[in-house]
């Protein structure tokens, strides 16, 4: 099987592998573990922050970071493609009594300026909810992996700060953008206040995600990991492969970005698939087989071909590069999917 569902389906390499087998492990939550503690300053000095914790997973970074912003009723600014908002069980309005105000993202993953000025709440007016906090993602995943603009983000992170609001970036695939616009991390988290970058993308390691920012925030950060039991114990088995991930993995990110822009292209030319060609710049690729054959249809007559592609819903179907994926790889799933388009099972 070609897995292109995800970058989540890696297997960790013999590095990791090998690292964890080996790790010098300690009781994480006496911050006793030195594989944890070296994973964390590494995370905090590739994002230039001061600070960075461990934590399982994306989701519990995410949430973890906004119960350090927010209070019960304070009401987060984001967009309605994020991933914060679609997959995340609503998990900051469930355990942490915050609404979401949704804003319209834009096709670039963007969240119009004027309307994030129009949304953060005048302070001290009666039955105004408090403005916690303003959620950016970089890459933006639903909005087809599109890296946001650099500008765009100096913007955002000047308004946030003349209204003395916090900007959390989901940076989920922060190395990705960092790849694909030719920058340092550093450079792109340098307009966030927290991010939250994930090891078990593209950078292959089997379980975690960092959280970095100032001391004072991912102190409180620590303190909204223990709430939701995520503090650990002898969590330097599994920090020791995001370790490896950080030394290693980052700079063959190009090669995904290549392939996914092959696959991208590929894909154009076929007779019934749209695709937005302009937001391909990193490791995803999204795009429409409707009208011509139905998503579903369409998936599943890949998958009865070894193509493995996600069904995206109304954003189309998606695929999505990685290390587990070569050049040969790409060439038999255009192979496939020219095979399937031309194949007539209407929407
Ligand atoms: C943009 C983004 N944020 C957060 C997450 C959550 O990560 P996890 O699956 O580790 O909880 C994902 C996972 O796919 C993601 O794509």
């Known amino acids: 099987m070609i897995d292109l569902r995800s970058d989540t389906v890696t297997q960790p390499t ?9 790790a010098v492990v300690g009781d994480d939550q006496y911050g006793e573990d030195p594989s944890v503690r ?14 960075a914790v461990f934590v399982a997973s994306g989701t519990m970074g995410n949430l973890a970071a906004l119960l350090a912003w927010c209070g019960r009723g304070d009401e987060i600014i984001m967009g309605d493609e994020c991933h914060i908002f679609w997959y995340e069980s609503g998990g900051a309005a469930a355990l942490g009594g915050m609404p979401f105000a949704l804003l319209p993202n834009t096709r670039t993953g963007e969240i119009d300026l004027d309307r994030v000025r129009k949304m953060i709440r005048q302070k001290n007016r009666p039955g105004y909810p408090r403005t916690g906090v303003i959620c950016i993602e970089n890459t933006h995943n639903r909005c087809g992996g599109v890296p946001l603009r650099q500008e765009y983000l100096t913007q955002l992170a000047a308004l946030a700060r003349e209204h003395d609001v916090p900007v959390h970036m989901d940076g989920a695939r922060i190395f990705n953008a960092a790849a694909a616009l030719d920058l340092p991390a550093e450079e792109i988290a340098r307009n966030a206040d927290s991010v939250q970058f994930c090891l078990t993308k593209c950078l292959a390691a089997p379980v975690g995600s960092l959280i970095a920012g100032s001391a004072d925030f991912v102190q409180r950060a620590r303190a909204g990991r223990k709430i939701l039991g995520g503090a650990m114990r002898q969590a330097g088995v599994i920090a020791a492969a995001g370790i490896v991930a950080l030394q290693t993995m980052i700079d063959r990110l190009p090669e995904d970005h290549r392939r996914a822009r092959r696959l991208a292209e590929g894909l154009a030319q076929i007779d019934g698939i749209t695709i937005d060609l302009d937001v391909v710049q990193s490791n995803i690729v999204i795009f429409k087989v409707e009208p011509a054959i139905d998503q579903a249809e369409f998936v599943a007559a890949m998958k009865a071909r070894g193509v493995l592609v996600s069904n995206y819903g109304t954003r189309g179907a998606r695929m999505v590069t990685h290390y587990g994926i070569s050049d040969d790889d790409i060439a038999t799933a255009l192979e496939v999917a020219r095979t399937v388009m031309s194949a007539p099972v209407a929407a």
Do not use: F, I, P, S
């Not at 013999?14 to 080996?22: F, P, Q, T, Y």
């Open 38 to 51: 070296e994973l964390e300053a590494l995370g905090a000095r590739l994002l230039g922050k001061e600070a």
């Open 14 to 22: 013999d590095a990791m592998r090998a690292a964890m087998a080996n």
